[in-house]
């Protein structure tokens, strides 16, 4: 009897060895806050927060959460045909997306809805999205965030585009490009690389390395830290402690200010977890053991703000249940206004096909409107 190796082992073991050093959570983070919620200062990213913005952080990250478990548990009760989660991922999120200005534009994957959530995208624009009656529900002009990019890695180069469009106008704004630790293998990234640091484009590449690309780990896609690639392009590259608010919200806007003011793209690895599934289609137990993810539940970036905020003072019992009561009102809401959303005309999906008519596309569309007259047909004639 042959005796067959699986097919995952060989790849393992045809796999090149990583570069020696120290496992990727040891490696130096920028940390602004411990997981025991202890402030610390750093000398390079100086963060001054009053005790209101140091709240409404922690505001932001519980009902971005809220709003991701009900993403979630309409998927499982059949109203979303998927859901991307972003459970463990708020601080990176939130942090990034509150160092922008209101000029500034994001540029997000198809899992940024803590970035939706401080750029203005009401949350039921994401769930349409997900149940299939629009393309996503918001303006990107009037948000400053584009629509969800379900192609990896193909919005970095749209972000790069549009940083070069601001440095050609004279703007003083700045482009965030949001990708993963997976997005990271694909060509359009290292090719908005290329492009960003060739131009020295205002804009800032921000990686959210969640280290599961799916089922295979970041290890198997790189044999540095995913920080140190940006050296080979000519620009700056920074790791944070993706799961510290404060530290994601001071690296950010550093970023951002470099780029605004002439010198060019940076490279942020937020050091994060994905606590849940790649999607509501992913079974992670199949590919990551529950040790890992209970290790991470202790750095959960929610339980490390409130650890501070009870530590400093600035917070108390009656004000934790006023934001989980304002979480279930706003999950009430988003559930309500999902299920209220009215299933789009079928041929509404030729109209942004093209932005003038097209041959091709109207006669399709007379095809398609002839095809649904017949059952309109059907239903007069009995």
């Not at 995913?226 to 970023?255: E, Q």
Request: hydrophobic residues 40%; glycine residues 8%.
């Amino acid at each position: 009897m042959t005796t067959r190796t699986p097919a995952r082992s060989r790849r393992a073991a045809q796999a090149p060895a990583a570069e020696a050093g120290p496992p990727a959570d040891e490696l130096p983070l920028i940390q602004l806050l411990t997981p025991e919620g202890e402030r610390i200062p750093h000398p390079d990213y100086p963060l001054d927060l009053d005790p209101e913005q140091t709240r409404a952080l922690y505001r932001d990250l519980v009902l971005v959460r809220r709003v991701d478990t009900e993403g979630t548990a309409l998927q499982r009760q059949g109203e979303l045909g998927l859901w991307a989660s972003l459970l463990g991922q708020e601080a990176a999120q939130v942090g990034s997306g509150r160092a922008m200005r209101p000029g500034d534009f994001a540029f997000p994957t198809y899992r940024e809805h803590g970035v939706a959530w401080t750029r203005a995208v009401p949350p039921i624009n994401l769930l349409g999205l997900f149940r299939g009656v629009n393309h996503g529900g918001w303006d990107p002009n009037e948000k400053n965030f584009g629509l969800y990019t379900i192609v990896i890695g193909s919005q970095t180069l749209h972000a790069v585009g549009y940083a070069m469009g601001i440095q050609r106008d004279g703007a003083d704004d700045a482009v965030i490009a949001y990708f993963g630790d997976g997005a990271s293998s694909q060509g359009d990234v290292n090719e908005a690389f290329v492009f960003a640091a060739s131009y020295n484009a205002p804009v800032v590449f921000f990686c959210q390395n969640n280290q599961w690309a799916i089922s295979e780990p970041t290890e198997r896609q790189s044999r540095v830290p995913l920080y140190r690639r940006a050296s080979g392009f000519g620009f700056p590259g920074l790791r944070v402690d993706g799961n510290d608010v404060f530290a994601c919200l001071a690296v950010t806007r550093a970023a951002l200010d470099r780029a605004r003011t002439g010198n060019g793209p940076t490279l942020i690895e937020a050091y994060t977890y994905r606590m849940g599934a790649h999607t509501t289609s992913d079974d992670p137990t199949r590919y990551r053991g529950n040790d890992e993810v209970e290790l991470w539940r202790t750095r959960d970036p929610i339980a490390r703000l409130r650890a501070h905020l009870v530590r400093e003072g600035l917070a108390d019992d009656e004000y934790f249940a006023g934001i989980e009561a304002e979480a279930d009102a706003l999950a009430a809401d988003v559930r309500a206004a999902c299920l209220a959303l009215p299933d789009p005309h079928p041929l509404s999906m030729f109209d942004y096909a093209y932005s003038e008519p097209h041959a091709q596309v109207t006669a399709e569309r007379a095809e398609l409107a002839a095809y649904l007259e017949g059952f309109e047909d059907e239903e007069a004639a009995r």
